[in-house]
């Protein structure tokens, strides 16, 4: 990870370096005209990526994995690319229902990195930053500290979640701390570490100079020993992701009896396809991988590009059921933002293909119900202005609710 690229010169150095002279065009996604008109040269490229990375909605941290399955040859129709290296897009138009926040994660945190949403489960940020292996040991534990007094003064809290900026980003020791410290918690029965790096870094699995791998898996083994599950969360949605160093990293893990499940997030170009979700699901089985979720896109500012209509979870879960055994079909989900959490796709309800709203609720949401939008660039030109007019109506009645309010 130390020969990561996270600057826009180091990367715009790379792209002058790899890029062919003549871009091909972009294949039209569902039939629509592309969404990076004019770009064809390699300068044409670097500044639709400079435009759009000042946009972006999160840091760019690019590692020699990543950079090396890219199809440079192809950079515009690429899904790793498309994932990792934003373009300016025609079609990333922020949608009216946008947030930055869009689960409410902020209203469950009942102390500084701990994200409580659910009665039994929390999220323990174990870095709030990508920079961890800059911090020494001491500052970090002090941070944490509050954190585990919580979880130990709250034994509802049987399941946690390690993340953060990634796990992968932790120092063993680290690792072996925190995992020692939950392990001694008798009400937490279970915790996994989230990482992306099975997809964007591999080679540290196989790296037998790098413990980081070895602590794992001796928590794993020492957790099995007494009754509690320590397993490994990952990130891969594209099978262009993995590689030969992937299936050895995994072949690993499963050799020693680490448990790993994959969180794919449905992506438009990137999976949305029959062809490629199949594929993912596939590649991921035979790494011993469960494709556990395939998630929902968030409404997010900056990213609109990347998400799918509801109606491609739809069309997909009923495509991948009949591909392969029923324990490693996914679950095709929406994380409902506030106390309802994972919600199927399939149980939304009044789904409007023309405006792209459903309703989703449950039990927990007291019979109230909470709206997702597709994307605009699913939706026709009318249904768009429909959209922009109704969110326009919404906002124009709130401000004259505040003015009467204020008299």
């Known amino acids: 990870m130390s020969n990561s690229i996270h600057t826009l010169p180091g990367l715009t150095d790379l792209m002058r370096s790899v890029l062919p002279e003549s871009i091909p065009p972009q294949r039209p996604l569902r039939g629509r005209q592309s969404e990076y008109p004019g770009v064809s040269t390699p300068n044409d490229f670097i500044r639709s990526f400079e435009v759009a990375a000042q946009q972006a909605p999160m840091a760019f941290r690019l590692s020699p994995h990543i950079l090396s399955v890219i199809n440079w040859t192809d950079p515009l129709n690429d899904p790793v690319r498309r994932q990792f290296i934003p373009l300016e897009s025609t079609i990333n138009v922020t949608h009216p229902a946008a947030k930055f926040d869009p689960l409410h994660e902020v209203d469950n945190s009942p102390v500084r990195g701990v994200i409580h949403r659910y009665p039994n489960k929390a999220l323990f940020m174990g870095t709030e930053t990508n920079s961890v292996k800059k911090m020494r040991f001491l500052p970090l534990m002090k941070q944490w500290e509050p954190k585990f007094q919580y979880i130990e003064n709250t034994p509802s809290l049987h399941d946690i979640v390690i993340s953060g900026g990634d796990t992968y980003l932790l120092e063993p020791e680290q690792i072996v701390y925190l995992g020692n410290r939950l392990l001694k918690i008798p009400h937490i029965k279970r915790f996994r570490f989230a990482t992306k790096g099975l997809g964007v870094s591999p080679s540290r699995l196989i790296d037998r100079n790098d413990s980081w791998i070895d602590t794992v898996i001796e928590l794993s083994q020492k957790g099995r020993k007494m009754g509690k599950e320590v397993c490994v969360h990952t990130h891969i949605n594209n099978k262009q992701e993995t590689s030969w160093i992937t299936r050895l990293g995994t072949k ?25 979700l199949s594929e993912l699901v596939h590649t991921l089985s035979y790494m011993h991988v469960e494709p556990y979720y395939v998630y929902q896109g968030d409404i997010v500012r900056g990213a609109e590009d990347l998400r799918t209509p509801l109606s491609d979870s739809h069309e997909l879960e009923h495509q991948i059921r009949d591909q392969t055994a029923g324990f490693l079909i996914p679950r095709f989900v929406y994380d409902v933002p506030g106390p309802a959490g994972k919600r199927p796709t399939l149980s939304a309800q009044n789904y409007n293909r023309h405006l792209g709203v459903a309703d989703f609720t449950a039990p927990r949401l007291q019979g109230h119900h909470v709206k997702y939008w597709d994307p605009l660039w699913s939706l026709s030109e009318d249904a768009q202005k429909e959209v922009q007019s109704h969110f326009a109506d919404r906002s124009s009645d709130q401000v004259s609710s505040q003015e009467a309010a204020a008299t």
């Open 252 to 276: 690993r893990l499963y050799e020693e009896g680490v448990i790993v499940r994959n969180q794919s997030v449905l992506l438009n170009g990137v999976n949305n396809s029959f062809d490629q």
